[in-house]
T-cell receptor, first 112, second 115 residues
């Protein structure tokens, strides 16, 4: 699986949009971009994933560049409960086992 | 979505002893995974547990240290053997959902402290 690079930390004001970047310049054509988050003292939680099109769900939006070498997770209106470590993970669609390889992630702190 | 639980939620153990962590899912799942999260670190995959076969371990992890059982499609155990303080970590189990998202669901974790 391709390696991802994320900033170690980000601060965001409550109510504002949080834009979390991820670099995956070695991504292959059959690899998806997945985002998970881990709130303190909890297990990771799935947020969203995509292949090449932008995606949106009730939690967030995922913007993938046309060359697929980077992506941005957008939390449209950050709340204090969004304070967590956010992980960007690249995984091949052919990986039937489904195991995930976590990087260091981005610690997001949402402040009042 | 399925519910996944772990027992114990936390424990404090003496070095040289072993601890078995249980993971229960409320529906049948094919693959289960065990992860370790050392203090202040990200998650590291220990092994993949498939029902009816031996677990597959990642580089740096061996069966003698982390034996895993998978007796049925809803249950798995991870044993941390002959513990040392370096084994102090959070241990998490997970499984892959069957929907089109291919998302993984994680248990709440077991916080282990070895003295």
């Amino acid at each position: 699986d391709a390696k991802t690079t994320q900033p170690p930390s980000m601060d965001c004001a409550e109510g504002r949009a949080a834009n979390l970047p991820c670099n995956h310049s070695t991504i292959s054509g059959n690899e998806y971009v997945y985002w998970y988050r881990q709130i303190h003292s909890q297990g990771p939680q799935y947020i969203i994933h995509g292949l090449k099109n932008n995606e949106t769900n009730e939690m967030a939006s995922l913007i993938i560049t046309e060359d697929r070498k980077s992506s941005t997770l957008i939390l449209p209106h950050a709340t204090l409960r969004d304070t967590a470590v956010y992980y960007c993970i690249v995984r091949a669609s052919t990986d039937s086992w489904g195991k995930l390889q976590f990087g260091a992630g981005t610690q997001v702190v949402v402040t009042p | 979505s399925a519910v996944i639980s772990q027992k114990p939620s936390r424990d404090i153990c003496q070095r040289g002893t072993s601890l078995t962590i249980q993971c229960q899912v409320d529906s049948q799942v094919t693959m289960m995974f065990w992860y370790r999260q050392q203090p202040g670190q990200s998650l590291t995959l220990i092994a993949t547990a498939n029902q009816g076969s031996e677990a597959t371990y990642e580089s740096g992890f061996v069966i003698d240290k982390f034996p895993i059982s998978r007796p049925n499609l809803t249950f798995s155990t991870l044993t941390v053997s002959n513990m040392s303080p370096e084994d102090s970590s959070i241990y998490l189990c997970s499984f892959r959902g069957t929907g089109t998202k291919n998302e993984q669901f994680f248990g709440p974790g077991t916080r282990l402290t070895v003295l």
